[in-house]
């Protein structure tokens, strides 16, 4: 919507929010706007020609949102089965010599807990003995993933990510832990039914829908005059979805995302650099044909775009130029990172053997997509 995608032969400035929020930008780095592209065609710009602005949440972006929280909950399996498999291969062996130690945590069932890589691991087991032995924990804790999975399924509820390890003749429930406490619960009960919430009035109602859908009546819950009307098992806990808490953890899992981008870019980069004098097929990660005006070879590895800062178009006047346009791209992205309403992709440089590497995270954006700026320099 915005800029180039073809070295400025054709500029781009369709989005009037996007032209705003960009010249908000150029204000707050104190940069002015220019005439950018040819004849009648100019548009004025307050950003670089070659930048290249899309709206946020364009339909490949949701593809992209959703391919990310599939592969994070490939991810939570991968480590919940390795780690609970740990976990009950020691489970006979004294809680210091463990590798994974347990941990004491509340509830009326479960026996010892543990808790690794932001994953609660509890064993599906009698020890209060209230389900009349550990087959019917085992059945609950199956029953249990059935609920959340139908509860997954109902607008304006969100459940954790739940797995179920059997191993070894044990049940090892595996749930995603949440940024909530006793202070943030809402709805149900956090100590056995001794003290039952029904405090938000949105929840409720969610409740309630929920609970129509799944064509289950509503029951008191609670002792004496605390009791309350609840459309769910009493030992449910309903929190806002929301909470300051959530939005920290959100934060920390972007944090957690960078660290990883990070991690893989160098490790590719320097890969990709060591091959580079080889033929291409016979490189562990192999160049690929793309368009631009710099950058040479490019490759595209686990969601990253790889490209040499080199020039091998002769516009910068020498490889030195093209590192140092690099690190003013890194600069530039960082300022438009720090400006209201507008995302950059994730970005790092990468020097070795006297070659510098610019890694990019892949955005799911086309030229169809493109609104501001030039795409074709």
Same mark, same amino acid.
Request: proline fraction near 3%.
């Given at each position: 919507r915005y800029g180039s995608s073809d070295g400025g032969m054709t500029v781009r400035d369709d989005d009037p929010d996007l032209r705003s929020r960009m010249r908000l930008a150029a204000e707050k780095m104190n940069l002015k706007g220019h005439w950018a592209g040819l004849g009648k065609d100019k548009k004025q710009l307050y950003a670089p020609t070659d930048i290249e602005?899309?709206?946020?949440?364009?339909?490949?972006?949701? +593809?992209?949102?959703?391919?990310?929280?599939?592969?994070?909950?490939?991810?939570?399996?991968? &480590?919940?089965? &390795?780690?609970?498999?740990? %976990?009950?291969?020691?489970?006979?062996?004294?809680?210091?010599?463990? &590798?994974?130690?347990?941990?004491?945590?509340?509830?009326?069932?479960?026996?010892?807990?543990?808790?690794?890589?932001?994953?609660?691991?509890?064993?599906?087991?009698?020890?209060?003995?209230?389900?009349g032995g550990d087959e019917y924990a085992m059945k609950a804790a199956g029953h249990e993933l059935k609920g959340a999975m139908r509860y997954y399924l109902c607008e304006g509820l969100s459940v954790p990510l739940m797995v179920l390890i059997d191993y070894r003749g044990y049940r090892l429930v595996c749930l995603s832990i949440l940024p909530i406490t006793k202070e943030t619960l809402r709805y149900g009960s956090s100590d056995g039914g001794m003290t039952v919430r029904d405090d938000d009035p949105d929840l409720r109602s969610r409740m309630r829908l929920a609970a129509e859908k799944m064509?289950?009546?509503?029951h008191w819950a609670g002792l004496g005059k605390d009791k309350?009307?609840?459309?769910?098992?009493?030992?449910?806990?309903?929190?806002?979805?929301?909470?300051?808490?959530?939005?920290?953890?959100?934060?920390?899992?972007?944090?957690? +995302?960078?660290?990883?981008?990070?991690?893989?870019?160098? &490790?590719?980069?320097?890969?990709? %650099?060591?091959?580079?004098?080889?033929?291409?097929?016979?490189?562990t990660i192999k160049s690929v044909g793309l368009g631009g005006q710099a950058g040479g070879e490019k490759y595209i590895y686990h969601g990253i775009l790889f490209k040499f800062a080199i020039?091998?178009?002769?516009?910068?006047?020498?490889?030195?130029?093209?590192?140092?346009?690099?690190?003013?791209?890194?600069?530039?992205?960082?300022?438009?990172?720090?400006?209201?309403? +507008?995302?950059?992709? +994730?970005?790092?440089?990468?020097?070795?053997?006297?070659?510098?590497?610019?890694?990019?995270?892949?955005?799911?954006?086309?030229?169809?997509?493109?609104?501001?700026?030039?795409s074709d320099g």
């Open positions: 602005g899309h709206p946020q949440e364009s339909e490949g972006q949701k +593809l992209h949102k959703y391919k990310s929280l599939s592969a994070l909950a490939d991810n939570f399996q991968h &480590t919940a089965k &390795t780690c609970g498999k740990l %976990i009950i291969s020691e489970k006979n062996i004294p809680n210091a010599y463990r &590798t994974i130690k347990s941990v004491g945590l509340g509830g009326q069932a479960g026996g010892e807990k543990y808790i690794y890589h932001g994953i609660l691991f509890k064993f599906a087991i009698d020890w209060m003995k209230i389900y064509n289950l009546k509503g309350k009307q609840l459309y769910a098992p009493t030992d449910i806990e309903g929190h806002p979805q929301e909470s300051e808490g959530q939005k920290l953890h959100k934060y920390k899992s972007l944090s957690a +995302l960078a660290d990883n981008f990070q991690h893989t870019a160098k &490790t590719c980069g320097k890969l990709i %650099i060591s091959e580079k004098n080889i033929p291409n097929a016979y490189r020039d091998w178009m002769k516009i910068y006047g020498g490889d030195e130029y093209a590192m140092k346009a690099a690190g003013h791209e890194l600069k530039g992205a960082m300022r438009y990172y720090l400006c209201e309403g +507008l995302s950059v992709p +994730l970005m790092v440089l990468i020097d070795y053997r006297g070659y510098r590497l610019v890694c990019l995270s892949i955005l799911p954006i086309t030229k169809e997509t493109l609104r501001y700026g030039s």
